[in-house]
């Protein structure tokens, strides 16, 4: 008897550890795509017709394409600190655009995404673009052990470069370490002052192979005959080629996938296209007939194919949730002479939208939303529902069952029906903060009065600022350019008062 109550008690158990394996399973895999700078009619899934995107058309015509789909802010380090952290970015100083060598700016002990899925059992990675701060302090080491970092706010693997590719250190950086180091050449960085005495774009434009056309720093330390943010000396075997970044980051990504694809997964590939420096693979250069802007944006088409192609080669494709957007609209002239301009040949990548990156007009924030899960989400679905990268966090802790403490990712709302194609209205309002902030419900915008200047005359886009506040109706003034505000005071104080709300929680 005893040994028949064994047996059972032992069928009992591999029964149910099978059952476990089963459902985590059935857990789908989720890869979020977040790329740099890529504006609302950038892709031919929302209307554009000079630029050929077959690969993400075909993940929009598969899933669900968002019309009004938000970043928080205009500009990169905001978006992502929100998108990490579940909060607005005007929660936490020192949110703006950061420096290459600037400390990590996203709490080690709240809720992240990442931490989200590592509790949901999930193995976390992040490869590409970072630009949220690396280490306790400004003054780093970069030829020894760098954190915290991305391991210290929860992914369990990381390749990354530290912010952004115009920015130094322009050097791959794998977990807490740099790859390449030399003991013999060691890697200096400072924002403050020139170090070494490695060219400069301002003392020697004539190595330059990408020449500067704006007063945006780009002048400083040359590196692969492009003028960077900052100085740099040492680390020559560090240092990476910008023809062979993106290439480098889609090997590691797919590699991640091949190694990891049998449990569930969270990846974030941080793209950095069509962000500058824009120094496209060979492949690529000349093929959209729009400059290097357009190539770098065929190249992250190309790159997104490629990912797919992973998950369909490993079977994991049908179960799998993949998350397209970008962390603000677009900028053409963004500090080199590479086409964006004089090659734009028609294309729009601003869409109906003013404004574009650094604006708090619609197209500084208002981008590409696509998610597609082929076993889940009916293919084909267009949305208006209002829905933002903030809310990610929320959504997916929701549907993975995972607890944070209240006070933590207070901005973060669960959307997820909204996700998954079920509800079409979304959130109710969503603050953006841009410079100057505003506030966006029931397709009225409202802008707070600032001092800030109108245009920003280096890039050549409408910022939003006005010493009045401004109020537009989006539903028949998609471009913002008749201020409604004098003749509606009771929306304005409607949507004013939801802004004072959010700014004393």
Known sequence: MKLVNHYIISLLTLVGSVTQVAGQQQKPNVVLIYVDDLGYGDL???????????NLDALASEGIRFTNGHATAATCTPSRYSLMTGNYPFRQTGTGILPGDAKLIIPQDKITLPKVFKDAGYQTAVIGKWHLGLGDQVDKDWNGSIKPGPLEVGYDYSFIFPATADRVPTVFLENHHVLGVNKADPIMVSYNKKVGSE??????????KMKNSLNHGHDNTIVNGIGRIGWMSGGKEAKWVD????????????????????????????????????????????????????????QLDYTVGQLVKTLKDNKVYENTIIIFSSDNGPVLDDGYDDGAVSQLNGHNPFGPYSGG??????????????????????????????????DLLSSF?????????????VDSENTWRSFMGKDL????YLIKASGTLSVLKDNYKYI???????????????????????LYDLRTDKGEKINIAKNNPEKVNELKAILEKEMNK
């Open 44 to 54: 031919g899934s929302y209307g554009a017709t000079k630029l050929n995107t077959p």
């Open 199 to 208: 060219p400069t774009g301002k003392e020697n434009p004539e190595l330059l």
């Open 243 to 298: 023809e062979e970044l993106t290439l480098t980051f889609a090997d590691k990504a797919i590699r991640f996938i091949q190694d990891h694809y049998q449990k569930p997964f969270f990846l974030t590939y941080n793209a950095t296209e069509p962000h500058v420096p824009r120094m496209p693979a060979t492949m690529f250069k000349g093929k959209s007939g729009l400059g290097y802007r357009g190539d770098a944006i065929l």
């Open 357 to 390: 990156k650094y604006s708090a007009f619609e197209a500084g924030t208002r981008v590409p939303f696509i998610i597609s899960w082929p076993k889940m989400i009916k293919k084909g679905t267009t949305s208006d529902a209002l829905v933002c990268q903030v």
């Open 397 to 409: 802790a929701s549907f993975l069952n995972v607890k944070y403490p209240k006070g933590e990712a």
């Open 425 to 428: 209205v979304g959130r109710s």
């Open 448 to 470: 707070k009065a600032g001092k800030g200047a109108k245009r920003n005359s280096l890039v050549n886009i409408e910022l939003g600022n006005d010493e009045v506040d401004q």
